[in-house]
C-alpha cells in the first residue's frame, strides 16, 4: 500500500511540474520590505515543495513519539518477560 502512494505522488509532482513548466508568466510579489518578480511556475513550485515539506515534518512528529514510546514499552516488556522467567526456573526459597 505504502509503495502505491509513493508511486500516486511522484506521479501528481511530475504532472505538476510538466504542467508549470507552461507557465511562464512573471509575477510580481511584494514583501513587508522588499519586492521582487518570479516566474509563475517557479514561485508554485517552491510554495509546493515547501508547503509539502512543512506539511511531512508536522505529521511526522507524532509518528515518531508513538514509535519511541512503542520501542520503550518494547525494552520494558522484554525485561519483565526475562525477569519472569528467572523466577519460573529458580527454586522456590522459603
Known sequence: MNIIGIVILVLCFFITLALGAQNQEIVKINYLVAQGEFKLSLLL???FGTGFTL???????????VCM???ILKKQVNKQRK????????????
Open 45 to 47: 513550485g517552491v510554495i
Open 55 to 65: 506539511g511531512w515534518l508536522i505529521c511526522s512528529i507524532p509518528y515518531l513519539k
Open 69 to 71: 514510546s512503542a520501542a
Open 83 to 94: 525477569e519472569l522467567d528467572k523466577l519460573r526456573t529458580d527454586p522456590v526459597k522459603e
